[in-house]
């Protein structure tokens, strides 16, 4: 059965690192696109950071020099290094991906992991 399966998400204070990490396993086809989404209380999801097959990157405004996206094809893993973390950053973090199997492309979602910074 496909699944995501999130780890890393805790409480860390401003300035701190957290590294989350998400890994793909089941009949999930081949992906094409890993990324992470976090949804923040009262607002809506919004993307992160993904990767894209090819190695091309996106990262949201808000994180870009701080958070870095990293892909390992081979064992269909996604990590997303966090660093200079501020409170603004807390919400619920979620893994995506995005396969295609016989030419229909299929959407996976993490069950989310929580990040909060504070002191």
């Known amino acids: 059965q496909e699944q995501l399966v999130e780890s890393g998400g805790g409480l860390v204070q401003p300035g701190g690192s957290l590294r989350l990490s998400c890994v793909a396993s089941g009949s999930i086809g081949r992906i094409t696109t890993m990324g992470w989404y976090r949804q923040a209380p009262g607002k809506e999801r919004e993307l992160v950071a993904a990767?894209?097959?090819?190695?091309?990157?996106n990262y949201a405004d808000t994180v870009k020099g701080r958070f870095t996206i990293s892909r390992d094809s081979a064992k269909n893993t996604v990590d997303l290094q966090m660093n200079s973390m501020k409170p603004e950053d807390t919400a619920v973090y979620y893994c995506?991906?995005?396969?295609?199997?016989?030419?229909?492309?299929?959407?996976?979602w993490g069950q989310g992991t929580q990040v909060t910074v504070s002191s």
């Open positions: 990767v894209i097959s090819g190695g091309s990157t």
């Open positions: 995506n991906v995005v396969s295609q199997r016989l030419g229909i492309f299929h959407t996976y």
